[in-house]
DNA sequence: TATGAATGAGACTTCATTCAT
DNA sequence: GATGAATGAAGTCTCATTCAT
């Protein structure tokens, strides 16, 4: 009944999409309801089964492409740096700052991912480990140039820097009055990763 | 119809929550059902209600009693610790540890305490601000002793230090074969942390 | 599989209000299921919350609409009366009338009212008070008239006239063989009413 | 564990139906639970099954015992009574009193009774009956007299008293703040059933 | 007799999904 | 493609009743 918007016709599928992000962020998987969905993207309940399987395949491709996106940009971004250790710097830059941008996307990884990966059948999170292959990248390249420490474990290490800034995103988003800047922060998390928190001996 | 042997005797709520962590571990929070943590149990759907108030009841006391229980022993095992950094050590350690003789306990709090703060009403996980905290009074501890940077964020750290130890349970659990062991993997945390990744300049 | 009666459509909220009556007069609001009224709607028990909030919200709407009509019905057939005692004598024939035609409505009303201004919470019969009050404007106007008893307390009367009423009614659902008719009853009802059960003296 | 108040020792069965009238006259008999009724009456939950059959049996026995009471006292009060007309306002004015006195048990009676004697399978509300029959004692007794009507249908007319206090009691029940004394709309009622609403006629 | 923990059937309600239009 | 009314399976929770002690 209602005229589209020339600009959105078409896009029915990206509003379904933008509308699941912020309603999963706000309340969780399971506590978002399909019609939910469906009235925050203008559409028909139905309409949403005409572009996705169901309540799952709407998260998945959700964080899915998402998640492409992220990863191309972050790949973008990180030939910025001059080293690997420039690269490391931007890479937690780009992470922390997606909080400020796009912050219902990334309180939807945060949470819901953790569930799809264990509760979703015959999933694998693809795009969550290119992301993850970003870092070990960049961390195979520090120990090459003798940047980083040689015996780093790079599996290790990976999870440990994607952690350290999931656990901050956590915090950023739950508290209700932020009391960190997420650009002052990933300052922080990138010293602290890089040199240790133990002071310098002389 | 209840068995009576002696040793399982008013032990029954105890019962309950043991099925809970190893039902809310396998399948997540929202994807049990009552019924099966009862079955589990061995116990009526009903009697469950005689012990929590509801499911929402049953995850929190869970969460609650269980990390009461780490909370303490952590705080008595780092006593051992001879300098800030040695109590950093075997926190990590310790937490790691968890991960093989309580992986379901580990497991549940990974994943559905994340659910519980964002989305039960009326919750503030006390318990695991107590966990932080044993984390801020050693950093804390080890600036006010030189051991650690003076110009350390205790708050960003801690987070950090758990962020990087979350994420590699995570890794840990959801694998199917464990590429890592995590006595070797908390050397690696602590060692990554407390020095940082990058080599040792001359 | 819904029948599609062209002359059913878009009446399955009005399908579902009649199936209420019968089953609620038949086994009280409280050992009527829900699903039981869906059957007899032939519509699926999901459906009933399309219209209806929940039970409680069913037999309210039930009871305000229903009452709506027997009200505007009397007020419009009492008009025909030639003077207030006439105008009562209509009330009192229309009430009873309704055991004839309305049955299951009547019975409802009868019982289930009761308990719901009782129990129901925050529920006031509204269209109850409108029907008692068409009976106040009678007996007001028969004492201006001067037809009535100056002294005559109508707030009393107008309680003892529905009482009488109403008791009768349940005699006549209870009842299995019905000993009188309606519109007899109400004769009876009217004079005793109106003259009392003493005799005349001379 | 408690040591019983010896004056009461003995007394469970009675101790009970108290509690019954109680929290049946406060929440209905539907919203009662077992358990409510076994903490007001001091008595494990168990125990009420010792002296009834079942929940359903409960109320009966309550209706049919304080029925049966209320019955021999009514009876026994109108033997004061020096005519039939006076025996009328007698017992017109018991049972409105019966509100100050016994208003939980009259509260149970309303509402309950109706539902009992349509829903409970199988029963008669045998002291109800009784209750009407003396009723139409006095009724017959006035028509042998020439007090009352000689037409007068007495089955109809002890059903008009009956409603008529009962539908006052209601009233008087369901409004918080009382805007009349029972002891005073007996006086009324008395004088409307027996007198009529109209006015005399010269 | 008395207890009260335990039972388990069954109710109400939700909501992902379908399908006639 | 789009709609949204309808579906009905399934889950949480209640509570009358039992029975071992």
Redesign the interface.
């Known amino acids: 009944m209602p005229k589209k918007d020339p600009s959105q016709l078409g896009d029915k599928r990206n509003r379904i999409l933008q509308a699941a992000i912020e309603v999963f962020s706000r309340?969780?998987f399971?506590?978002s309801k399909v019609s939910e969905i469906a009235r925050a993207s203008g559409v028909a309940d139905g309409t949403i089964y005409l572009y996705f399987k169901n309540k799952d395949d709407l998260l998945i491709s959700l964080f899915e492409e998402k998640m492409a996106e992220v990863v191309a940009d972050v790949k973008k971004r990180i030939q910025a740096g001059e080293n690997p250790?420039d690269r490391m710097r931007i890479f937690i830059e780009n992470h922390m700052g997606l909080l400020e941008c796009e912050a219902g996307l990334i309180e939807v990884l945060?949470?819901e991912l953790?569930?799809s990966?264990?509760?979703l059948k015959d999933y694998t999170p693809v795009k969550f480990f290119e992301y993850l292959d970003v870092l070990s990248g960049i961390?195979e390249e520090?120990k090459r140039e003798?940047?980083?420490?040689?015996d780093?474990?790079v599996?290790?290490?990976r999870?440990?820097v994607?952690?350290?800034?999931?656990?901050?995103s956590?915090?950023y988003i739950?508290s209700k009055r932020q009391?960190?800047h997420p650009s002052v922060?990933s300052a922080?998390?990138f010293q602290?990763?890089?040199?240790?928190?133990?002071?310098?001996r002389a």
Request: proline fraction near 2%; charged fraction near 25%; aromatic fraction near 12%.
């Open positions: 309340k969780g399971f506590n250790l945060q949470v953790r569930q990966s264990k509760f961390l520090g003798g940047v980083f420490r040689p780093l474990n599996n290790v290490a999870r440990v994607f952690g350290a800034m999931d656990e901050l956590r915090t739950l009391k960190f922060t922080e998390v602290l990763l890089s040199e240790g928190f133990c002071a310098k």
